[in-house]
């Protein structure tokens, strides 16, 4: 039992320091989030096809006042099924949809403190790394402002995907690439731009740890020392086949264009000037419907930032001294 407790207690601590950002979503209050309203009628759409026998369907039927949409040809499936299952428990959706949110930032700050605490080999630097990935600005952009759903349970997902990559490097762990390969195909099945944007990034770790991994140069040449990372990358892309393959060949059927034709979706209108980030936040509005987004940082936590990045060098330079 004290083996048990000794396990589980860091991650108590890490849901505990999450807590403080977690408490406001443990109501069924609605909150004025951009998009948090439209998992609303998918939610009600995905119940009544489950009520119908309708398990899993690239046509959703009952969406756009009964005309029906593609929406899982084209968008993720794993977030909004993970909603609907929580609302078919018999909670009230709007508190289905807050939970689901609380869920994300909790398993993203477990993710970070896992990923770190190996890596690291340290339990301090896990639990900083937890609390800091859990108070992320972004992120809790994304979850009190954006409402968007499927990013924040991507950024759930990442740190868990560079964690089982990181056991393929390690080379001691045999089922290393099919837990790889279940967790990137999940994240492919919850963002696909968060996957697209990773995709590449994750090719080049795994080339990264199988470099470190070899003793010799002649070992890189060997096709077992790439087996494993490709096993977990191109595993997860197969389990996530399904979802992809008519998403990329069926992308002429829609008009794609239309999604970042208009000013809020256009990259080219949404870089943010030094100004912008480092200003204080400004007051809420909560009469507006759909409140513009404005992304600060802030002038505290950049200065945290600037302290960081000349810790983590003093720290660093003081290691090489040793070393040499």
Request: charged letters at 15%; a positive charge.
């Amino acid at each position: 039992m004290s083996g048990l407790w000794k396990h589980a207690r860091p991650y108590l601590v890490v849901a505990l320091l999450g807590a403080p950002l977690i408490w406001p979503l443990l109501r069924q209050a609605v909150p004025c989030t951009h998009d948090g309203q439209l998992y609303y009628y998918q939610t009600a759409a995905l119940q009544h096809g489950f009520a119908n026998s309708l398990i899993y369907s690239r046509w959703l039927p009952d969406a756009a006042l009964g005309y029906g949409i593609p929406l899982f040809n084209y968008r993720e499936p794993l977030p909004r099924y993970l909603l609907a299952g929580l609302a078919e428990t018999g909670l009230p959706v709007p508190l289905a949809l807050n939970l689901t949110m609380a869920l994300c930032l909790l398993v993203t700050g477990l993710g970070s403190y896992r990923l770190a605490r190996d890596v690291f080999q340290d339990e301090v630097a896990g639990l900083l790394s937890g609390a800091a990935a859990m108070a992320a600005p972004y992120l809790l952009l994304d979850i009190y402002r954006r409402g968007a759903l499927p990013e924040c349970a991507a950024l759930a997902l990442t740190p868990w995907v560079w964690w089982a990559f990181w056991r393929i490097g390690q080379g001691h762990h045999k089922r290393a690439p099919i837990l790889a390969a279940v967790l990137w195909a999940a994240l492919i099945l919850t963002h696909n731009i968060s996957a697209l944007l990773m995709a590449p990034a994750l090719l080049g770790y795994a080339a990264l740890l199988a470099y470190l991994a070899a003793d010799r140069p002649r070992e890189l040449l060997s096709p077992r020392r790439w087996l494993r990372p490709l096993t977990g990358f191109l595993g997860g892309v197969g389990l996530a086949a399904f979802y992809w393959i008519p998403a990329f060949f069926e992308k002429d059927l829609i008009q794609i264009g239309a999604a970042v034709s208009t000013r809020n979706n256009s990259y080219r209108f949404n870089f943010v000037g030094l100004g912008d980030l480092l200003a204080a936040p400004a007051a809420h509005n909560t009469a507006l419907l759909n409140p513009p987004l404005r992304i600060t940082l802030g002038l505290p936590l950049a200065l945290l930032a600037a302290v960081g990045l000349v810790g983590g060098w003093l720290v660093y330079r003081d290691r090489s001294r040793r070393v040499h």
